[in-house]
């Protein structure tokens, strides 16, 4: 067993006591709620006359069902409509903060926690949403639960839970041009397979992660779960605290100075214990993409798409399979795949840096005729932002479609959605089938600035042959 | 609020069964995803393996959740990997709001039968042969009733009593009914308080 990471500290800090069902109970200090997971959850709790037992470190947003063309009430989709007047009265009735879009707060809530300060090292998060690990880029021990959990939490401030092994993920090197934290994880995912990280949480360390910005760290610890492992994390450093110093929710002053020396006191030992080390060269990787449909199909964008029976044997059905969905040939590259859409957006690409990255390729070109393109800023405020500096002009001059704030053509349950067999660049996480709203859709994942590029010439396009135009900030 | 909710216990579970045949049933056949897009479970019943008792104009297919004299049936009868795919505890839910309280099978999915033993509800194990017995006799008598037995790990039909299996930690959560998580934690609340407070972001349960 791991003794001395971040992990193992955090998890004694909040282990209230051992559960005659063998689990630990675990203290929760920010639940995180939004409107497609939790109606249930308080549905039981009003069954069995409970009352939220923390509402004050509960934070509610809205981000799956919300239409990004237009915030105007009653929604369009009289089930999207329902859902958030059903969040809107239960944490009226709980004393629930919300970031409500009327409030300019509102976003993907893997992006508002950490924007807004809510999120922050050595704390416990829980959110009924699997890509709850986001939130371990700050040395958070965050991670999703399921509907049942989400009334323990409610009802509690507590969730039961096994303790997992630690595997600790070593990246060296510096990242060559042109490849991004998503081709790490992308990479990562590949090496591990997608089951991996089962009964795993990953420690992501390294040159290559100590040196990559916050956003960087959270599109990793993001992706965890793609890799199988229900949390993932990053020791909080100098780059954290700068990142997090002036946030609303984060202590000023003299008591940032010392919530900081807590935040030094969580992170790993430099002799702790690791059940698992893996490390990966960082610097001889390329940009990925996925050939495949689920994320752990990926291949450097100049390399072969693999023979399905040169994989291990248990893959070899699911590949060919795959290939057959996505019309792609062994042998081939993934370069020059033509696509119909372009999706800039999700918790794991859509914050500032990642808009501004994509906007350096698109500035001054024009998006190909053929495919329709769109940006989802992660939240309302780094659409603000951006809009700021004036990158919505860029994107939309070339043709984008410069949208509201959610989860959008993440998983197509508002009405952005691929439509029949269109193939579509995307900056997300997930390329099941169906899961951008068309059973015959065909999702190829790849960081920002690949999707820009996807997006002008129409095909997937190996970003380092294109000129960055540097933009007036 | 009540503080101090009583946890049942669930030792036995009697009643008429309904037998689901076949392997590998997932829980997307269970409660199709589209029927997800809902603020409470209550009325996830109707919609259990909605797909299969109907076709696309809406007209009952044959079933036997659509027979009326399954109506009643609280134990359901399965057979191999019962409840695999994804994880949307949805699909118990509409089970158990259709009516089912107890299942019998040859295996179930690990995280479907986590999610059972959330709701209560025992996911019982027995060879293909016992099992398909079972079902041949509840198809037979949909009145009857079956009788399980937790502790003793049998289930008794007409003049027949079979032997099933819990898994240990189940059987434990069942009898001393600590299968209620929320209960069984709630009934901590002072410790979780202490705690709290001793975290350097917490004050008086909230943030600081
Ligand atoms: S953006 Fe996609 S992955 Fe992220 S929370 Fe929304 S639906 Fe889930």
Redesign the interface.
Known sequence: MSEGTLYDKVWDRHAVTRLPTGQDQLFVGLHLIHEVTSPQAFGMLRERDLEVAYPDLTHATVDHIVPTSSKDRPYRDDAAEEMMAELEENVRESGIEFSHPETGEQGIVHVIGPEQGLTQPGTTIVCGDSHTSTHGAFGALAFGIGTSQIRDVLATGTVAMEKQQVRKIEVTGDLGDGVEAKDVILEIIRRLGTEGGVGYVYEYAGEAIENMDMEGRMSICNMSIEGGARAGYVNPDETTYAWLEGREEVPEDGAFEERKAYWESIRSDPDAEYDDVVTIDGGALEPVVTWGTTPGQGVGVTEPIPEPEALPAEKVDTARRAQEHMRVEPGDTMEGYEVDVAFLGSCTNARLPDLRRAARIVKGREVDPDVRAMVVPGSQQVKAAAEAEGLDEIFTEAGFDWRGAGCSMCLGMNEDQLEGDEACASSSNRNFVGRQGSKDGRTVLMNPRMVAAAAINGEVTDVRKIKEVALNE | ??DE?EIPTVESVTGSGVAIRGNDIDTDQIIPARFM??????GLGEFAFFDQRFDDADNQKDHPLNEPAHQDASVMVVNANFGCGS?R?HAP?ALMRWGIDAFIGESFAEIFAG?CL??GMPTLEADAETVTAIQEWVEVNPDGDLEIDVAAETVTYGDTTVEVSVDD?QR??LL?G?WD??A???A??E??RE??E?????EN????
């Open positions: 609020m009540s909710l897009k809902v603020v409470t479970f209550d994880s505890e839910q999610n959330a709701l930690a434990k959560a001393e600590v998580t929320t069984l934690m709630k901590n609340a410790t979780v705690t709290a001793a975290l350097p972001y917490v349960g909230k943030r600081v």
